[in-house]
């Protein structure tokens, strides 16, 4: 192998090596501080800085479970996140609908392929809806 293929190599190695542990990433989680948290806050219990600023009411989504007789409600919590069904139903509500931004920016991720955006749509919300389980107060 030439030097050039050599240094390729290992430029192609180093780059792939993950930057935190396997163990330490939680997708739902990143994905909650970054599109959630803004109104419902870190923790869920719904003081987050955007909805502190609008002064509006945003539910605590720590007790969805407590508030369901002690069943996390997985099927009304997705639909809630989605939204895209509930909108034509209902007309506008505080709650942005994730649905479509998540299936608009899933696309630039598969670049040229044919791809699913409902896939990717689904991954993304499961892994929130994984998250949100894990905050339901005890
Ligand atoms: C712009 C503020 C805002 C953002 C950002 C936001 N929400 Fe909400 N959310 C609300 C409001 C307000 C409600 C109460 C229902 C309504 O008025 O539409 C709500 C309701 C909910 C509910 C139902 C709570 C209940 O008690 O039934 C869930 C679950 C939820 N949001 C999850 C999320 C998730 C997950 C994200 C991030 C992908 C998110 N929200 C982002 C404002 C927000």
Not at 1 to 20: H, Q
Not at 42 to 50: A, E, P
Request: net charge positive; with cysteine.
């Amino acid at each position: 192998m030439k030097a050039t293929n050599w240094i390729a190599l290992a430029v192609a190695s180093a780059l792939s090596v993950p930057v935190c542990g396997a163990d330490k990433l939680d997708i739902g989680k990143m994905e909650y501080d970054q599109s959630c948290a803004t109104c419902h806050g870190l923790n869920g219990k719904g003081k987050g800085s955007f909805a502190e600023a609008m002064q509006f009411t945003v539910p605590d989504i720590t007790t969805l479970a407590k508030r369901n007789g002690g069943v996390f409600p997985v099927t009304r919590v997705y639909n809630v996140i989605d939204g895209r069904e509930e909108v034509t139903a209902h007309g506008s509500r505080a709650m942005p609908i994730w649905g479509t931004y998540l299936s608009v920016s899933a696309a630039p991720r598969y670049d040229d392929y044919a791809y699913n955006p409902e896939a990717a749509v689904r991954g993304r919300i499961l892994s929130l809806i994984d998250y949100l389980y894990r905050l339901q107060a005890k």
